[in-house]
């Protein structure tokens, strides 16, 4: 029934659609896109001394950013980097927002209240000071970890440590509305049945108050998606997100405006990641629109 309701809203269909074609040009060209050639190979030094800042050509659709570097290459490589921040954060998210929320309005009393009191002290706290000072504190750490197991061990420690401290800042809300639920939830008849025939307190949350919160959780974890999205972007977009050499939606934007000028505009550089960022954030919501009215249990 929910998939019939999901169908008939175009809007929802189109918009998942064009997030898989997107997710899927972003992550089967990664072969493409994470390719180098050697330094000091003939093509290096072609792709590096002799290409210069230019518009689309047949070779490159989307044109060359101000390094001679193939920008189509870095819009899917900066995809799937941003459309992974996205989805890590989004999971990390809903997993800690539904656990305190359901710990918090089922157990009730001096656990509840404390809870809470975490929520809100963490919602009087600006995420961008948070997720900075994880940076600062962690990121080092994190490098040293990936030393000898991947390559540029800085950049992905950077993008690592991003995505838990989106993901790690974004539950608030999502805590607070599943203990809404959950309140609503514990005192009704069938709960109380389950606690009459001897079912422990483990059994009741994962055999009645979950299956009921299911289409919450998943119509919120559509919609935290382009907020974990929009934030990763905004930070790289600063300068405190993912790091250069390694591109995303974000920095890409951000080089782009470095290298607008008054004696010749290469809006190409702009336009794209921007472009790439909308028609993601769009989709998104119009696919958690769908969801959130296919999984209402008072539509008819």
């Known amino acids: 029934m929910a998939w019939r309701r999901f169908g008939r809203n175009r809007l929802?269909?189109?918009?998942?659609?064009?997030l898989l074609l997107l997710v899927a040009a972003c992550y089967g060209s990664l072969g493409y896109s994470l390719a180098r050639p050697p330094t000091g190979s003939p093509r290096y030094e072609e792709q590096h001394l002799e290409q210069t800042l230019s518009a689309a050509t047949t070779s490159f659709p989307f044109g060359t950013d101000q390094l001679g570097r193939n920008l189509l290459a870095r819009m899917a490589l900066g995809g799937a980097i941003s459309l992974a921040i996205g989805l890590s954060s989004a999971a990390i998210s809903v997993f800690i927002g539904t656990t305190v929320g359901v710990v918090a309005g089922y157990v009730g009393g001096r656990t509840d209240a404390l809870l809470m009191r975490a929520v809100d002290t963490l919602y009087g706290l600006p995420y961008i000071l948070l997720?900075?000072?994880?940076?600062?504190?962690?990121?080092?750490?994190?490098?040293?970890?990936l030393q000898g197991v991947v390559a540029k061990p800085e950049s992905w420690a950077n993008?690592?440590?991003l995505l838990v401290g989106i993901g790690g800042v974004s539950w608030l809300t999502m805590a607070r509305?599943?203990?809404?639920?959950?309140?609503?939830?514990?005192?009704?008849p069938f709960v109380e049945a389950a606690r009459a025939i001897g079912l422990n307190h483990g059994a009741i949350i994962v055999?009645?108050?979950?299956?009921?919160l299911a289409g919450?959780?998943?119509?919120?974890?559509?919609?935290?998606?382009?907020?974990?999205?929009?934030?990763e972007s905004f930070l790289s977009f600063l300068g405190l997100g993912v790091a250069n050499p390694l591109p995303s939606w974000g920095n890409l934007a951000s080089d782009a405006v470095a290298a607008l000028?008054?004696?010749?505009?290469?809006?190409?550089l702009v336009i794209w990641p921007l472009a790439a960022l909308s028609v993601?954030?769009?989709?998104?919501?119009?696919v958690g629109d769908g969801l959130r009215d296919a999984l209402d249990p008072k539509s008819r």
Do not use: E
């Open 280 to 286: 993601t954030l769009l989709c998104l919501n119009f």
């Open 131 to 145: 997720v900075i000072l994880l940076r600062v504190a962690v990121v080092g750490r994190v490098t040293q970890w």
């Open 216 to 231: 919450i959780i998943i119509v919120y974890a559509t919609l935290t998606v382009p907020q974990a999205i929009l934030q």
């Open 12 to 18: 929802a269909v189109v918009g998942a659609v064009v």
């Open 207 to 212: 055999r009645h108050l979950l299956p009921n």
């Open 261 to 268: 000028n008054p004696v010749k505009i290469h809006w190409m």
């Open 177 to 188: 509305v599943i203990r809404g639920q959950v309140l609503s939830l514990r005192d009704q």
């Open 159 to 161: 993008v690592l440590v």
